[in-house]
């Protein structure tokens, strides 16, 4: 993005559009509240993720971001909703 007078809330829309699409497909795929999911949020201490949820998830976050097929190495690097969200975000941008 380019840095004009309104670049900052564009980036901001742009982070709470990706944010918010993530929480909601991780609230789908592990059947919990959104408002129960933020950035700190562990797959497997918090939601109980095993490694089938884990592969899951990325299948449905590929698909829904429209990213290429995540390395393995790199997916088991993904601990948090935060991790997720970085990667994420690298891939798109």
Known sequence: MTGGPHS???E???VTDIFDR???LIAEQFSVAEDSID???SFTDD???????V???TMAIEEEFDIPETD???LYKL???GDVFKYISSKID
């Open 8 to 10: 900052s809330n564009n």
């Open 12 to 14: 901001v829309i742009y």
């Open 22 to 24: 993530l929480r909601a």
């Open 39 to 41: 950035m700190d949020t």
């Open 47 to 53: 939601l109980g993720a095993d490694s089938l949820d």
């Open 55 to 57: 592969v899951e998830l």
């Open 72 to 74: 393995e190495e790199v």
């Open 79 to 81: 601990v948090t909703v």
